[in-house]
């Protein structure tokens, strides 16, 4: 996991937040801190799983960012159940695009 010092160094001038690919290869880093209690969410969310997914359903993860849920959710479902995963296609500044 890369570490994040986007905002590391003094700036005059704080600009809004921009999810560019600077902030993307941090972003592990960034979540786990930024996120009060975001590894609990994620076994909270193994336990929510096994407790509520239902045969012959579908499960949706909306807006999955790292997919750490979606892995989460993934590895706790039960059979046969379709995991259907949504996110936003986003064009960063630096023309990169997630997918």
Request: hydrophobic share 40%.
């Amino acid at each position: 996991m890369k570490e994040d010092k986007v905002y590391s160094v003094p700036r005059e001038k704080v600009d809004a937040f921009e999810f560019d690919g600077q902030v993307a290869d941090v972003f592990e880093n960034m979540i786990s801190r930024s996120v009060p209690g975001y590894p609990l969410l994620l076994d909270l969310l193994e336990v929510l799983t096994e407790q509520f997914a239902q045969p012959n359903t579908n499960c949706y993860d909306l807006g999955c960012s790292l997919g750490a849920s979606t892995l989460r959710i993934r590895q706790h479902l039960p059979s046969p159940v379709i995991l259907l995963v949504l996110t936003l296609r986003h064009q960063w500044s630096n023309g990169a695009k997630a997918t």
